[in-house]
């Protein structure tokens, strides 16, 4: 009856409190192994409650008010309590994230260069700053006024990675909206490239998108994405 959680609870986050508020002096690769570390077990325990068929607000007691008997109630209240608990660990941390982004960025502006993305390796920088890393999804629309248009995000750019997915592990851009759904509220970094209009010559751009679903239309997004 669902599988079993004593492994995911046994995770390489540490369960002590705050549990995973970064140290002082923490560089964003380190930031972003911690936001790695804790989407692998919110993924985990995601799991647990679909294969007991259920979901954060699922009811766990019958009508007139006794646990239910076709599924193990402790277990899915014990995981759903993990849950919330690592949802707040993430906001936290992305606010982090966030606040380092900004400093990185307005440093970069101040020494009159090109920034570089902060969350990569010097190796995968270089590669995914080149306008010939693959890309795996275009935006096919963009509603005014939402939060992909704020981005910035314009229709017939293509995506080279939208926060950790790429096109290597996009999975027909499942990945993408499990990072858009942990993700509202706090800033994903997006990578495109843009054909520019009087020429065949693709600019790379780096958005800081934002997913809300107070903004006035439907999604988080306010975008389609169409895989390649």
Do not use: Y
């Amino acid at each position: 009856m669902g599988l079993p959680i004593e492994n995911i609870h046994a995770s390489s986050v540490s369960s002590q409190a705050p549990q995973v508020a970064p140290q002082d002096g923490a560089t964003m690769e380190q930031l972003m192994f911690q936001k790695q570390q804790l989407e692998g077990e919110l993924n985990a325990l995601g799991d647990v409650l679909v294969s007991h068929g259920v979901t954060m607000r699922t009811g766990l007691t019958t009508l007139d008010g006794f646990p239910r008997a076709d599924i193990d109630v402790a277990q899915i209240r014990t995981t759903r309590a993990r849950i919330i608990h690592l949802r707040n660990d993430h906001k936290a941390l992305m606010s982090r994230i966030e606040t380092g982004l900004h400093s990185h960025f307005a440093t970069s502006a101040a020494a009159g260069r090109a920034p570089s993305d902060p969350t990569m390796s010097s190796a995968a920088s270089d590669q995914e700053l080149s306008t010939s890393a693959a890309t795996f999804a275009k935006v096919n629309s963009v509603v005014p006024s939402s939060p992909a248009d704020t981005a910035g995000l314009k229709v017939g750019d293509r995506i080279q990675t939208f926060g950790e997915a790429n096109w290597l592990n996009h999975e027909k851009l499942s990945k993408v909206a499990q990072i858009v759904g942990q993700s509202e509220g706090v800033p994903v970094i997006v990578a495109v490239i843009r054909r520019r209009p009087d020429a065949d010559v693709w600019d790379q751009r780096r958005l800081t998108l934002v997913p809300k679903s107070n903004w006035g239309g439907r999604g988080l997004l306010g975008c389609h994405l169409v895989p390649m």
